[in-house]
Structure formats: C-alpha cells, structure tokens
C-alpha cells in the first residue's frame, strides 16, 4: 500500500514564503504531485515531480528527494488566495493505469 | 475545450438505497477515475476506467462499481448505501498512453446518506 504525511495545518502571513512537506511510502513509484483545493472546490493540479530536484512554476516550486522518500512545495509571496488545502499526492503505475494516492492535506491560512 | 462535469451536484438517500453519479470526461481525455472524499480528508482513488475497462481499483467493496462510455463519460454506481458512504465523490480525467501525471477534476457530487 501506500502512505503519506504531511502538517495537518500552516499559518503564514501575505507576502511570506511557506514550504509544506510531504514524506511517503510506496512501492512502484513514479512521482509526487500537489494538488490545490479551496473549501468547496475541485482539486486543482499545481506541480510534479518525477525527478529529483526542484521545479518552478511562478511562484510556486516544488522538490523531490527519491532517495529520501520525501518532497516539498515551496509557496512565495503569499497571497490571501492562497488560503486552500494542499495535498501531495504519489502517482503509482498500475498496469496500465495512472493512480494517484493523495494524503490528508495541508490546511494553509494566510493572514495579513 | 470542455472542463470536467459531473451530476448531480448534490444528492440525499437513505441506508439501503441505491445511487448513480455521471461524469463528462475532458474534451480528449480517455481515462476517468473516480475518488471518494470524505469531510477533511484527501481523495480516496476508488477505481479508473480506460477505453471502457476498470484499470485499476482502491480499497472499495464491490458494492461500488462503474462504467465507462464510448464518447469516455463515467458512472459510478453504489449499491446498498451505508452512512459512511456521505462524502463528495469527485471523477478526474487524463489521457493515459502517454506520461500523463496531471488529472483535471470535476467539481463533485456531495453524497448525504441518511
């Protein structure tokens, strides 16, 4: 099976920068994703990580460390929009498939 | 280019009872897969359906199956409905076939089962 974790909560204020972490275990692993989810809303996919490394999407970056079964998105200048619950999620190969196994999400608050 | 849908939007029945739930597949993408959601809880992958084959499947009982339709739309059926079946039940698309890791999900369908 598999298994995430990540803070349940995070608190920052607008204009700072945020970094949530995600650590798994899994088997037949091909890369970590974030997803965005405002109260009421549709996930929304946010960054993915199939490397090691880090990747840069405005102002949002997100790192992989395969070996340390362990990833990060990195949130910059803050904005009150960003209040949202974040989730990493691990996509796994299933035959054929393109499974996502999601943790339990971070609940970001940004505040003035 | 057509987002994800799905019907209803929001739904109540009773224990016992049965439901169906649809979902429209973005516009070129053949792979659906459907996720339970329950309150302050990430999606949970129920089961994905590819070319109108169940393509893998989480840790749901057969009481939760689905369909897949030539034009790539999805049901969900649950049959027997239990209490802890109450959450939002989200459908995602992507286009297998090729190194897709991006899913787009429709809004949902809040479930009340009482």
């Known amino acids: 099976g598999q298994s995430l974790e990540q803070p349940s909560e995070v608190t920052a204020v607008e204009g700072a920068i945020v970094q949530i972490n995600c650590t798994y275990q899994t088997s037949g692993f091909y890369g970590l994703s974030w997803y965005q989810q405002h109260d009421g809303g549709a996930p929304t996919f946010l960054s993915y990580n199939a490397l090691d490394g880090l990747e840069e999407t405005g102002r949002f970056s997100s790192f992989l460390s395969r070996s340390d079964s362990y990833g990060y998105l990195l949130l910059q200048e803050l904005q009150m929009k960003d209040s949202a619950s974040y989730f990493c999620?691990?996509?796994?190969?299933?035959?054929?498939?393109?499974?996502?196994?999601f943790g339990t999400g971070t609940q970001l608050k940004v505040e003035l | 280019e057509t987002g994800v849908t799905q019907s209803p939007t929001h739904l109540i029945k009773t224990r016992g009872q049965q439901v169906t739930l649809r979902c429209s597949s973005q516009?070129?993408?053949?792979?659906v897969s459907w996720y339970q959601q329950a309150l302050g809880q990430g999606p949970q992958f129920i089961f994905q359906y590819y070319r109108e084959e169940e393509n893998g499947r989480g840790n749901f009982p057969p009481r939760f199956s689905g369909l897949q339709f030539p034009n790539y739309s999805s049901e969900l059926n649950v049959n027997a409905l239990e209490l802890d079946d109450s959450a939002l039940y989200l459908c995602?698309?992507?286009?297998?076939?090729?190194?897709?890791?991006?899913?787009?999900f429709g809004p949902g369908t809040r479930l009340t089962v009482t």
């Open positions: 999620a691990v996509r796994v190969f299933t035959g054929g498939g393109n499974k996502l196994t």
């Open positions: 995602a698309s992507s286009l297998e076939g090729q190194a897709s890791y991006e899913q787009y």
């Open positions: 516009s070129g993408h053949n792979t």
